[in-house]
């Protein structure tokens, strides 16, 4: 795999983009409680969801690969909710400024730098763990997504682009 430096701009814009998205899921909840409803055959509610991404974002992007203290507290991404969309958010926001902030200052070398430890199952480099740690974001928001429009009877989110992305990681 070739790093190069559209790595370290197109990886932020994208982590920044579905995770501006996943606050609006959250919002589009009408009420605290329904986030941490579930469905037959769903057992995490979308908060647990939401909680489970910022551990795990924390842990493998800010802690790992940005030095940034985090103890992170799996069980408790799991657990019954008492989390507000307020807070939700604001954890989001915390973590989407995070990812790209550490993403953004990932060198060519660093992406093809070895992942200190195994976290899919092989070796990887901490670039091929980017690319699995998007695609466990992507697989959740639409988890969160099915969750919320059968719950709330709901429809489509009128999402944020990733020119409202590449916007913000400009003026950061």
Not at 65 to 74: E, K
Request: charged residues 20%; aromatic residues 6%; glycine residues 8%.
């Amino acid at each position: 795999m070739k790093a190069s430096m559209s790595s370290s701009t197109e990886l932020p814009e994208l982590f920044h983009r579905d995770l501006t998205r996943l606050m609006q899921e959250i919002e589009a909840f009408p009420d605290d409680a329904i986030v941490w409803a579930t469905l037959p055959g769903m057992t995490n509610s979308a908060g647990n969801l939401a909680l489970h991404l910022e551990g795990n974002l924390r842990e493998y992007i800010g802690r790992q690969m940005g030095a940034v203290a985090y103890q992170r507290d799996r069980p408790r991404e799991f657990a019954p909710g008492d989390v507000s969309r307020a807070e939700l958010r604001q954890r989001i926001t915390e973590v989407r400024d995070l990812v790209c902030r550490v993403v953004a200052g990932l060198t060519a070398e660093q992406i093809l730098a070895p992942f200190p430890e195994i976290v899919i199952g092989v070796p990887t480099t901490n670039g091929q763990l980017l690319a699995a740690l998007y695609g466990h974001l992507s697989y959740h928001m639409g988890q969160i997504d099915a969750l919320r429009r059968i719950l709330t009877q709901g429809t489509a989110v009128d999402f944020a682009g990733l020119a409202t992305a590449r916007a913000a990681i400009a003026a950061a």
